[in-house]
Structures are given as C-alpha cells and as structure tokens.
C-alpha cells in the first residue's frame, strides 16, 4: 500500500504490485486449451484491473470479468497479495492470486501456492505471452495471448 499525506489526510495509492499488471491492458487474442478473446482495462481510481473474458473452453463458451487487485475490507490495511474473482455468465465464480516476477505471471486457482495455476512469459516486446494452465494429477493446457 502506497500512502501520500494529504492535508493531513492519508490517501491510498495502488501498490507497486498492482500497477505492475499494466502490461496486460489491452485486447489480447487467445489461442491453445482455450481460445478466443481478453481484455484488460483499469477501473476508476486504477486500484484495480478488470479484465472481460470470451473464450471457448472445452467446447464450451466461457464469458464474464474478473475483478484483480489487493483486498481491502473496510478500515483494514491492503493485502500484500493480489487477488481476483472471476465472474460467469452462468453465476459461477472463481478466485485466484496474481503475481508478477519480471517477466514471468503466475495466476494462481484458490490461494496463493495451490496445486492449479497458470504461468506465462511475456516474449521481450510484451506483445506475446506463453504459458500454460497446470491442473492437479497431470492436466491441464498451453495457452499463449498475443496483443491485438
């Protein structure tokens, strides 16, 4: 959490952490285990990233948006992780962690740690990243995001 003292007031700011995921704004094409389109966008105040989802998974379409930034209930400090929930069309949703480690992004499914996650690579111009989904006893999917 980034503070600035304001007329003696403390203002919040978005931590390094968050900001960091502005390499994924923008409109993303998605192809592998799933395929289809992403995209990433600041809400106001640029504590959080949403990112909107239409994706064809399994034979199956996927469509909603993920709310991702650091928890912050009401007059308690930020999260030090990031967090999201993910938000379908048929009222499903699912919560991850993410974190950014130079050029390497973990999503993690559930808590930070679990045995499901994606990690991806974004390539040295940042218009390309390639991952993939890990899932529990061996499953799972590549994946790349290529800017549009």
Known sequence: MNTNDIAGE?????????????????????????????????????????????????????????????????????????????YDSLGNTFDYVYELDGDTLTIWAGAKGSPAYFRGTFDADGTTMDGAWVYPGGGGYDSTMTRR
Do not use: C, K, M, N
């Open 10 to 86: 403390t203002q919040q700011t978005p931590s390094d952490a968050v900001r960091a995921l502005d390499r994924l704004v923008g409109s993303w094409t998605v192809t592998g285990g799933a395929e289809g389109t992403v995209r990433y966008e600041w809400g106001p105040g640029g504590f959080f990233l949403l990112q909107h989802i239409e994706l064809i998974q399994y034979g199956q379409p996927v469509s909603g948006f993920e709310v991702i930034g650091q928890l912050r209930p009401f007059g308690e400090p930020s999260s030090t992780d990031v967090h999201s929930r993910f």
